[in-house]
């Protein structure tokens, strides 16, 4: 069964850093295109970071050049390095696959909460 484990998340003030991680089990990412999701309170999950089995990467506006998205298969890991965090970034981050549609491919996971804040 496709599992996905995030972690990395913690409070920062503005301006700080994170690294997320994601381990992913099986051959998860070395067959899909994987992407970073997040939901904020209230709000729907969005796909933010994008990266294929190529990887080539892509980030929605509100994070570009901000976020770095990068996945080393031999640890079944995926990373979004987050740089210069904003209030706005506050939010629950997952990884998954992602499809067609920009929505999600296997079972979520519990996601890891970020908080930005002074």
């Known amino acids: 069964q496709a599992q996905l484990v995030e972690s990395g998340g913690g409070e920062v003030q503005p301006g700080g850093s994170l690294r997320l991680s994601c381990l992913a089990s099986?051959?998860?990412?070395?067959?899909?295109?994987m992407g970073w999701f997040r939901q904020a309170a209230g709000k729907e999950r969005e796909l933010i970071a994008r990266?294929?089995?190529?990887?080539?990467?892509s980030y929605t506006d509100s994070v570009k050049g901000r976020f770095t998205i990068s996945r080393d298969i031999a640890k079944k890991t995926v990373y979004l390095q987050m740089n210069d965090l904003e209030p706005e970034d506050t939010a629950v981050y997952y990884c998954?696959?992602?499809?067609?549609?920009?929505?999600?491919?296997?079972?979520w996971g519990q996601g890891t909460q970020v908080i930005v804040s002074s």
């Open positions: 099986g051959s998860i990412l070395e067959i899909n295109r």
């Open positions: 998954n696959g992602y499809n067609r549609l920009g929505g999600g491919i296997y079972p």
């Open positions: 990266i294929t089995t190529t990887d080539l990467t």
